[in-house]
């Protein structure tokens, strides 16, 4: 059994490690690490600092660590003990563990209510912690984005008493490092869209690469998924087009001729269409193109097909949401969220994102995807009604579809 200090000392270089951005170097020994932790008894420990970044490492790394853990830290009552409230660090942390709960675990969401209420008040009366616990409220780790963590992380990391110098200048250099692959990629992602010149041929598009290149590095920042970054950058590029003609401007008669453009998937087709889809279609099936031969290349032409399948499906359902504005009809909530939860893109854009992942990706991981499990469905739930909440008005104002909001 790992003694307190030794336990807590190891919990915070793995902390370090990760919120640094450089835990990718050391997979498999947090992984070992974490994975013991994950087994030992924590029935000792009384310390709510050490208690909840254990909980929260453990369970972000997939292991399972029971809520039951806090129960220590009430009182008779049932209530969290005052005396934490003065353990401003262990708060922090307490926080920042409750966003790794579980449906059904009723102690981690009162843990959120009440870790909030203090962290806000401890802000107000200025706590050595303020800046840290702001940054917390507006994003807890669970929700930020790696890369911006990371370079937010150095400043408050080099004032920590623990600080390791060497672990930090590892980190910084290792960012900027990475910083400038991810500079030369989006560089050359930018140079083919700008080729492409959709801002002239097709002014109705959103230009969104750079914010889709933006996204993706959310998705996977580290080196060797460069190949991948571009593959799914582009893809969504292409997408948010697709969405923006099937949307705002192309005609029932278009779109018809488009949707079986996309079916057939052969250049022949392209004859079928109005020239501004000419244009596009024929960039469309240059990046495909360039992603079957990928898979080729790397013995893995069997990915292709599930893009190429799924793509069809959002296409399909583009197609149906349209029909639907065209002929003024406002589904029932069950048929909208049915085609809904595929033109969110969640489902295709994870087939997508698989494609160049290396070995760790196999054929039963498509299947899986391919099978609309909960996990997928539940994520995709969240984006749509997310979307349409936020887009409810522009939506309304440009005449497209309606939302969940208006489905009956």
Not at 117 to 138: D, G, N, R, Y
Not at 167 to 179: E, M, R, V
Not at 230 to 258: H, N, W
Request: hydrophobic share 40%.
């Amino acid at each position: 059994m790992i003694n307190g200090d030794k336990l807590s000392q190891k919990l915070d270089l793995i902390d370090a490690i990760q919120r640094l951005g450089v835990s990718y170097h050391f997979e498999s020994e947090i992984d070992e690490i974490l994975k013991e932790m994950s087994s030992e008894s924590d029935d000792d420990n009384d310390d709510l600092y050490a208690i909840a970044l254990k909980f929260r490492l453990v369970r972000q790394q997939g292991y399972n660590m029971s809520c039951d853990v806090f129960n220590k830290f009430k009182d008779s009552q049932g209530n969290f003990k005052d005396s934490l409230v003065n353990d401003h660090r262990g708060m922090l942390c307490f926080y920042e563990a409750t966003h790794l709960r579980l449906h059904g675990e009723d102690i981690l969401d009162e843990a959120l209510a009440f870790t909030t209420a203090h962290l806000e008040s401890m802000v107000s009366q200025s706590s050595p912690l303020a800046a840290q616990i702001t940054h917390a409220l507006k994003r807890p780790i669970r929700k930020g984005l790696p890369r911006l963590e990371a370079r937010h992380y150095f400043s408050i990391y080099e004032e920590e008493a623990s600080c390791n110098k060497i672990l930090l200048s590892f980190a910084k250099l290792d960012f900027n490092i990475l910083q400038k692959q991810h500079q030369k990629e989006l560089s050359d992602i930018a140079k083919w869209w700008k080729e492409l010149d959709f801002a002239n041929k097709l002014p109705f598009a959103r230009d969104r690469v750079v914010e889709c290149y933006f996204w993706i590095m959310g998705v996977y920042f580290e080196p060797e998924y460069f190949l991948a970054r571009r593959i799914l950058t582009k893809v969504i590029a292409m997408t948010s087009v697709i969405d923006d003609i099937y949307d705002v401007f192309g005609t029932p008669q278009e779109l018809e001729l488009f949707t079986a453009a996309i079916e057939r998937w052969d250049i022949s087709a392209i004859d079928q269409l109005p020239e501004y889809m000419k244009e596009f279609y024929k960039a469309f099936l240059d990046v495909y193109t360039e992603i079957e031969e990928n898979m080729i290349k790397q013995g893995r032409l069997y990915r292709f097909y599930y893009a190429k399948e799924a793509m069809k499906k959002q296409v399909r359902a583009y197609f149906i949401e349209s029909k639907w504005f065209h002929q003024k009809y406002i589904p029932t909530m069950e048929e909208y969220m049915s085609i809904a939860l595929v033109t969110s893109a969640y489902a295709m854009l994870e087939t997508t994102s698989l494609l160049a992942m290396g070995d760790i990706v196999t054929e039963d991981s498509f299947d899986w995807l391919f099978t609309e499990p909960k996990m997928v469905t539940a994520s995709a739930i969240i984006g749509r009604l997310m979307d349409d909440i936020v887009s409810h008005k522009f939506e309304q104002k440009e005449g497209t579809l309606p939302p969940a909001s208006s489905a009956t």
